[in-house]
């Protein structure tokens, strides 16, 4: 067998919701090898999805050995993955025994909704006990959830893991008899990852990292330190909690398999990873993600901005111990891509994803049609369970082409909202929109966006962002090929081949009339449910 060749590369472990990746890239973001395995979905009752923590690590072995393999079989030596970076799926929630160093149950994931009871009761706490911001000062009802809002930058939600870490010790035995006894240990599915790949029970790492605390609703979004305030809400012991780390720093290292001795040097939450995978590293730049819905953040940089309409206040990133944080806005839409999908599998209107661009572009409008995708309400701006979903505007004249435009057309007029939003919070105009995900590869798609949204759309030809942010802070920790996170002319080599610009070509008296009509159209989507009698 012939020597293998030695050279200078990053690797990015990127643990999905349903899959895991391992990327290992070199210096201009070009993939050198890669594998990827789904691994095991839990359902066990309506609103419920749980995972086995075991079997999330397992799917990080075999994908790091596998992509290992690749790697030699393409004439490089292992030995030339110089450091690692891991992103993780925000939010879902990790409880185990400290003395062990096995997990004490499934992990909650993100988008579980099994804990609207335990919602419901810390709504009440704050309503009428209140949340005690400093010594014998109290705030109750709205004073108490702009308090929190401000000390957290995030809302009571089911989505949060505090509340599902609440949910454990509230229901299961194992979980609660361990926080008695100083024995629990709890983080998102990044520390996890890091306790296992550093060596498990008796020498793991118990870390975090600011991305992923700031998802948690106990970090204090000014100080990156957990809050004894929110853990004496949430009634949580410090003991349980990891330490605080920033996104780019040598944590530790691999203790064993294809990477052993390899560093640990860069974590981030998947949505704050695409953001760094995107470059959008300064005040005033942003992302969107678009896959089933869609996550847009708005780079706020040194500064954090409270929205007043609805978005989130979070971390972008922290370039090492001691560095300033930068911040951002998020906004979520909840259907993007499924909205494509419904057209194909429940409306049966295309019979692939694809085709929704080729028969949109058949078409130079909608028709005077506008498509309101409110399948379960509408989140940010208008935070409305009860809209409904609707088609407007047809007439005799409409076709399969116009309602696959008025489709992309609500998307992008979905993605202007939280933009819009992001301007009156921020103050601050929007550069330009870098942009990743299923529905990009589509140009229609992307025209369309630029178009209605009176800005110009980026798309690199290299979209795997997520785990290119994770590898870029990875690298930036010791400074592999320059990479300075802080400095970011290091990065100017970085995922710029095939990048392609779309610029808006519509009259801005054609984009404000349009606008308008697509404001008319949620206006009438709005409390649909509670005008529907029973």
Same mark, same amino acid.
């Given at each position: 067998?012939?020597?293998?060749?030695?050279?200078?590369?990053?690797?990015?472990?990127?643990?999905?919701?349903?899959?895991?990746?391992?990327?290992?890239?070199?210096?201009?973001?070009? *993939?050198?090898?890669?594998? /990827?395995?789904?691994?095991?979905?839990?359902?066990?009752?309506?609103?419920?999805?749980?995972?086995?923590?075991?079997?999330?690590?397992?799917?990080?072995?075999?994908?790091?050995?596998?992509?290992?393999?690749?790697?030699?079989?393409?004439?490089?030596?292992?030995?030339?993955?110089?450091?690692?970076?891991?992103?993780?799926?925000?939010?879902?929630?990790?409880?185990?025994?400290?003395?062990?160093?096995?997990?004490?149950?499934?992990?909650?994931?993100?988008?579980?909704?099994?804990?609207?009871?335990?919602?419901?009761?810390?709504?009440?706490?704050?309503?009428? *006990?209140?949340?005690?911001?400093?010594?014998?000062?109290?705030?109750?009802?709205?004073?108490?959830?702009?308090?929190?809002?401000?000390?957290?930058?995030?809302?009571?939600?089911?989505?949060?893991?505090?509340?599902?870490?609440?949910?454990?010790?509230?229901?299961?035995?194992?979980?609660?008899?361990?926080?008695?006894?100083?024995?629990?240990?709890?983080?998102?599915?990044?520390?996890?990852?890091?306790?296992?790949?550093?060596?498990?029970?008796? /020498?793991?790492?118990?870390?975090?990292?600011?991305?992923?605390?700031?998802?948690?609703?106990?970090?204090?979004?000014?100080?990156?330190?957990?809050?004894?305030?929110?853990?004496?809400?949430?009634?949580?012991?410090?003991?349980?909690?990891?330490?605080?780390?920033?996104?780019?720093?040598?944590?530790?290292?691999?203790?064993?398999?294809?990477?052993?001795?390899?560093?640990?040097?860069?974590?981030?939450?998947? /949505?704050?990873?695409?953001?760094?995978?995107?470059?959008?590293?300064?005040?005033?730049?942003?992302?969107?993600?678009?896959?089933?819905?869609?996550?847009?953040?708005?780079?706020?940089?040194?500064?954090?901005?409270?929205?007043?309409?609805?978005?989130?206040?979070?971390?972008?990133? /922290?370039?090492?111990?001691?560095?300033?944080?930068?911040?951002?806005?998020?906004?979520?839409?909840?259907?993007?891509?499924?909205?494509?999908?419904?057209?194909?599998?429940?409306?049966?209107?295309?019979?692939?994803?694809?085709?929704?661009?080729?028969?949109?572009?058949?078409?130079?409008?909608?028709?005077?049609?506008?498509?309101?995708?409110?399948?379960?309400?509408?989140?940010?701006?208008?935070?409305?369970?009860?809209?409904?979903?609707?088609? *407007?505007?047809?007439?005799?004249?409409?076709?399969?082409?116009?309602?696959?435009?008025?489709?992309?057309?609500?998307?992008?007029?979905?993605?202007?909202? *939280?933009?819009?939003?992001?301007?009156?919070?921020?103050?601050?105009?929007?550069?330009?929109?870098?942009?990743?995900?299923?529905?990009?590869?589509?140009?229609?798609?992307?025209?369309?966006?630029?178009?209605?949204?009176?800005?110009?759309?980026?798309?690199?030809?290299?979209?795997?962002?997520?785990?290119?942010?994770?590898?870029?802070?990875?690298?930036?920790?010791?400074?592999?090929?320059?990479?300075?996170?802080?400095?970011?002319?290091?990065?100017?080599?970085?995922?710029?081949?095939?990048?392609?610009?779309?610029?808006?070509?519509?009259?801005?008296?054609?984009?404000?009339?349009?606008?308008?009509?697509?404001?008319?159209?949620?206006?009438?989507?709005?409390?649909?449910?509670?005008?529907?009698?029973?």
């Amino acid at each position: 067998m012939p020597s293998l060749r030695q050279g200078e590369f990053v690797g990015s472990l990127d643990c999905g919701t349903t899959s895991t990746r391992f990327l290992i890239f070199n210096k201009h973001a070009d *993939i050198v090898a890669q594998y /990827q395995i789904e691994y095991p979905q839990y359902y066990p009752e309506p609103g419920w999805h749980e995972q086995e923590a075991d079997e999330i690590v397992e799917s990080c072995d075999v994908c790091i050995t596998k992509a290992c393999e690749t790697l030699e079989e393409a004439g490089w030596s292992k030995n030339s993955i110089k450091v690692i970076g891991i992103t993780n799926q925000r939010e879902t929630a990790v409880a185990w025994s400290r003395k062990t160093g096995k997990p004490l149950c499934r992990a909650i994931v993100w988008d579980d909704s099994r804990t609207k009871n335990t919602v419901t009761h810390f709504e009440h706490k704050i309503g009428y *006990i209140g949340l005690e911001v400093e010594p014998g000062v109290i705030r109750k009802g709205q004073e108490g959830e702009h308090a929190l809002k401000q000390l957290t930058g995030l809302q009571l939600s089911t989505y949060f893991s505090a509340i599902k870490l609440r949910w454990m010790i509230d229901h299961h035995e194992n979980v609660r008899k361990a926080h008695e006894e100083d024995d629990l240990l709890f983080g998102t599915v990044e520390s996890w990852i890091v306790y296992c790949l550093t060596g498990g029970k008796g /020498q793991g790492l118990h870390v975090t990292e600011v991305t992923n605390a700031s998802r948690t609703l106990l970090m204090n979004l000014h100080t990156l330190q957990w809050d004894p305030i929110l853990l004496d809400f949430f009634e949580i012991k410090p003991s349980v909690l990891p330490k605080i780390a920033s996104s780019s720093e040598v944590y530790g290292q691999v203790a064993y398999g294809a990477l052993k001795g390899v560093k640990i040097g860069g974590l981030v939450g998947d /949505q704050q990873g695409a953001l760094v995978g995107n470059k959008c590293l300064k005040q005033g730049e942003a992302k969107c993600t678009y896959g089933t819905g869609a996550f847009l953040l708005f780079c706020t940089g040194a500064d954090i901005v409270s929205s007043a309409h609805g978005l989130l206040s979070t971390v972008a990133y /922290q370039n090492g111990p001691g560095a300033k944080p930068v911040y951002a806005l998020e906004g979520s839409i909840a259907v993007a891509g499924s909205a494509i999908k419904w057209l194909r599998d429940s409306m049966k209107m295309i019979s692939s994803a694809p085709e929704v661009n080729t028969l949109a572009a058949s078409t130079p409008e909608t028709g005077g049609i506008y498509f309101v995708p409110a399948f379960s309400g509408l989140l940010a701006p208008y935070w409305d369970p009860g809209a409904g979903g609707m088609l *407007i505007g047809l007439s005799s004249y409409t076709t399969p082409a116009h309602i696959c435009r008025a489709t992309l057309e609500a998307n992008a007029y979905q993605t202007r909202e *939280i933009l819009e939003s992001m301007k009156l919070d921020s103050k601050t105009e929007l550069k330009h929109l870098m942009v990743d995900g299923g529905m990009t590869n589509g140009d229609m798609a992307m025209e369309i966006l630029a178009d209605v949204g009176g800005f110009t759309v980026v798309r690199p030809e290299m979209r795997e962002s997520t785990a290119l942010g994770s590898a870029l802070l990875a690298g930036s920790a010791v400074r592999l090929f320059g990479w300075d996170i802080s400095k970011p002319e290091t990065l100017a080599e970085v995922n710029t081949k095939g990048t392609r610009e779309f610029k808006p070509d519509m009259s801005a008296e054609t984009r404000e009339r349009k606008w308008l009509g697509w404001k008319r159209a949620v206006e009438r989507s709005l409390g649909w449910e509670e005008g529907i009698d029973e």
